[in-house]
């Protein structure tokens, strides 16, 4: 069961709109169909975001320390100096995805992960 802000998030996040910089800190937002969202600069870090879809999504310089990001579609996002620090990226897809300054150190994921093409991840 999700908690109230969580369940108001999830409302304002499928309704659309700019949340860039946005605290959405342990947000328990798993499941999410939310594509071509602005999360520029967005707090995202210890958050639930498995199974999420935010394909072709803002995510420039995104703050997804400590997060669960497990079967996550990022296609064509830009995660531009995103934190992925310490995250879990099991299954996740980011082909086609912009990933130059990310920082991926101490991240978990496994040969079921999709990079973009010519992508090696350093952790």
């Known amino acids: 069961m999700w908690k109230r802000r969580d369940r108001a998030l999830r409302r304002q996040l499928v309704e659309g709109?700019?949340?860039t910089g946005a605290n959405l800190k342990r947000a328990s937002l798993a499941?999410?169909?939310?594509?071509?969202?602005?999360?520029?600069?967005?707090?995202?870090s210890g958050a639930d975001l498995r199974g999420i879809d935010l394909r072709w999504s803002d995510l420039r310089s995104a703050n997804l320390k400590d997060s669960t990001l497990d079967g996550a579609l990022f296609e064509g996002?830009?995660?531009?100096?995103?934190?992925?620090?310490?995250?879990t990226l099991l299954g996740?897809?980011?082909?086609?995805?912009?990933?130059?300054g990310i920082r991926l150190r101490g991240a978990?994921?496994?040969d079921t992960t999709v990079?973009?093409?010519?992508?090696?991840?350093?952790?």
Do not use: K
């Open 115 to 123: 990079w973009p093409q010519d992508f090696v991840p350093v952790g």
């Open 92 to 100: 996740s897809v980011f082909e086609g995805a912009r990933l130059s």
């Open 77 to 87: 996002a830009n995660l531009t100096g995103a934190d992925l620090r310490n995250a």
């Open 17 to 19: 709109g700019d949340f």
């Open 108 to 110: 978990i994921w496994d």
């Open 31 to 44: 499941q999410l169909d939310i594509p071509r969202t602005r999360l520029r600069g967005a707090n995202l």
